[in-house]
């Protein structure tokens, strides 16, 4: 019989300082060249992004009375200016996304009442960035990890990638009864804001945020139990969908492409799929009691909820996260989470996000 992987603890961590969307539509416009009717698009699209604040690490002070204060990106100088390069961005990258990873890191060895030195395997996850040494080694080096502790990366699968990161964590501790996993994403997604009037660019520009998250599991067979535990996982790949959602590398960052017909999508094909899968576990879609569902966009949730026949309720705190953090990528789902364990004791919840391809990853989780 395998073992489940078993959740004990969840830490998450942001940066110091947050930014007012109202605040970020007014920065906004110094770089796409708006001016007249652009400047009341560019906060037209802000104000209906669903997100109140976000954080970055690039922030001198929060919106405070006054504007939020940053020197990282500078003004348009010219109409073909793309901003700091990207090797410029990826020197913040590293310096910044290790220690955001610590914090979350050390909040969930904390909950779970582990010391580092029990620690034996690692999982990062990271899109935003790259470096080696990477994230994974500074934080075997900062918390003191032994020196034998094992290490897996998932880079740059997007905003879903922290629950392949949970599927590998499942499969490590199926085949290994002592293993004690520390799973750890972090996302600087503010180092790759684009200059220029691009529609979709423009789109991640109003949603994209930075964050960190992680959490501690251990086997099921050591007679303890988590707060949660992994019951399945599932992927699924949309046929005909590569050109929907795209993630590369620009000279001046990472640039994002998000069709606007994702989530019609979603509202088409994702029912069935879903259905099947839970199906398979002895579930129907109404008999779940919470969801974590990525909100890579408040239209995307929307799909979700048309295709998934969700109430408000259970959308609630995927909206509240958006609200309160805007899109983390990567950690996002894990900081929903944490809002849904203060709030559901006890039956099943699923994690749900998209990343590029167009492609779905799925966990069902026992609370």
Sequence with gaps: MLTELQIYGLGTALPDHAIEQQDAAEMAA?????????????KKLYRRSGVSTRYSTLL???TNGAPARQSFFYPLRTADSGGPSTQERMQIYETKA???????????????????QEVNHLITVSC???????????????????????????????CHAALNALRVANAITASDP????????????SLHYQYGWHAEQMVANALFADGAAAVVGKP???????????????????????????????DHGFQMTLSNQ???????????????????????????????????GPRILDACQDALSLSDELLR?????????????????????????QQVRGGHCVLLAFGPGLTVEAILLRL
């Design 262 to 296: 994702v989530p019609d999508v979603i509202r088409e094909e994702l029912s069935t799929w879903i259905a099947h899968w839970l199906a398979g576990n002895g579930l129907t879609t109404s008999e779940v009691d919470a969801w974590a569902i990525h909100p890579g």
């Design 178 to 189: 002592k293993s004690c996993v520390l799973v750890c994403a972090v996302e600087l997604c």
């Design 317 to 341: 705190p995927s909206r509240n996260v958006l609200s309160r953090c805007g899109n983390m990528s990567s950690p996002t789902v894990l900081f929903i989470l944490d809002e849904i364990r």
């Design 128 to 158: 935003t960035g790259f470096s080696s040494p990477g994230v994974d080694f500074h934080l075997c080096e900062q918390l003191a990890l032994t020196p034998g502790v094992q290490r897996t990366h998932v880079g740059f699968m997007g």
């Design 30 to 42: 110094t770089f796409c060249s708006a001016e007249g009717t652009k400047t009341a698009l560019v």
């Design 60 to 62: 001198e002070s929060s």
């Design 220 to 250: 099921s067979s050591d007679g303890h139990a988590g707060w949660a535990s992994v019951v399945d996982t599932a992927s699924w790949r949309i046929a005909n969908s590569d050109d929907l959602m795209s993630w590369r590398i620009g």
């Design 98 to 116: 290790p220690l955001l990873a610590l914090q979350s890191s050390r909040r969930a060895l904390a909950e779970a009442g582990v010391t580092p």
